[in-house]
């Protein structure tokens, strides 16, 4: 279900799925994957025998705990969360954890995509730190930039392509020094990871960090923050690191020492595609549908 001209229903319609904007009678269980759909879901279903299920996809704390509270207790039957620190999150603003089932989301594992770093303007030489999400606080796109000014004078072959648009977007292409680049929103993922030396991700919150897994599933190494779902994501040492979130220092620290050791690097990106084999689209689905199959009898 969902606004019949939308982006979604043209694309589901392409893949012979019918779209419809009201809940059908004959529906048994209604997955919701967002605060606004889950309302909408629960006045729909209202009185009914339908079961709701929604999947929790942040990880920020509730504005009004006690609202939220009383919406995931009391208009679905059942939640997933992306990542543990979501399932935590809910647990504490006082969401009973019965309810609560830890669902990782999975990628299905790309064939290896041709280098072609000319289209994004980099050159082979470079040692190329790639970055992809909204530009927002926090995502962190200003720990970037001020670590890329950090790794200029030891790393001058380093550039940090940010990819992605948001509302800061603008306010960090202004401050930004001369070895940052931004593409914009990247639709080609494949080929834009293929230009990559080395993958970053220094959210200050992130519920789970899907990019961060299509990077290492692509055999790209992935320095991230110790934040939210990431540690769950990467495990320092096998395809990645963990910096803390909002260090710029460490950030560029740990980017200069993964350049250091071009051997190391290549191991580490090994490591990074056999880990991201651990979050299959295959396991969410038979997850997914497990968690489905306790609210149908």
């Known amino acids: 279900m969902c606004p019949p ?10 893949a012979g799925f019918p779209v419809e904007k009201l809940v059908p009678r004959t529906t048994e269980i209604v997955h919701a994957h967002s605060g606004r759909a889950q309302t909408i879901a629960f006045w729909q279903t209202f009185g009914s025998n339908v079961r709701r299920v929604v999947t929790r996809h942040v990880a920020f704390p509730p504005k009004n705990p006690w609202m939220h509270r009383l919406k995931y207790t ?15 999150g ?8 019965a309810k609560i089932e830890t669902i990782h989301t999975g990628i299905e594992m790309p064939e290896p ?25 926090e995502k962190g796109q200003d720990v970037a930039v001020a670590a890329a000014a950090l790794v200029r004078q030891s790393l001058p072959q380093a550039k940090l392509v940010l990819a992605g648009d948001g509302p800061l977007l603008s306010e960090f292409r ?11 929103f990247v639709s080609d993922r494949a080929a834009f990871f293929a230009a990559l030396d080395l993958f970053i991700m220094p959210s200050r919150s992130e519920a789970w960090g899907l990019a961060t897994l299509e990077a290492m599933a692509h055999g790209v190494p992935v320095i991230a923050s110790d934040a939210g779902g990431l540690p769950e994501i990467v495990e320092s040492g096998n395809g990645g690191w963990l910096v803390p979130a909002g260090d710029p220092a460490a950030l560029a620290r740990a980017i200069t020492a993964a350049a250091s050791s071009p051997e190391s690097l290549r191991t580490q990106a090994q490591r990074a595609r056999e880990r991201a084999r651990l979050f299959s689209v295959d396991r969410m689905v038979e997850q997914t549908e497990a968690f489905y199959r306790r609210f149908v009898t």
């Open 5 to 14: 001209a939308s982006a979604l229903a043209a694309r589901a319609r392409s």
């Open 74 to 88: 009391r208009t679905c039957d059942g939640i997933i969360a992306v990542s543990d620190a979501v399932r935590r």
């Open 90 to 97: 809910l647990i504490d603003s006082g969401v009973p954890a």
């Open 113 to 137: 995509a041709p280098r072609d770093r000319q289209r994004f303007g980099l050159g082979e030489t470079d040692f190329v730190i790639g970055h992809m999400g909204a530009f927002t606080h």
């Open 174 to 184: 202004r401050s930004a020094p001369e070895n940052v680049t931004f593409p914009g």
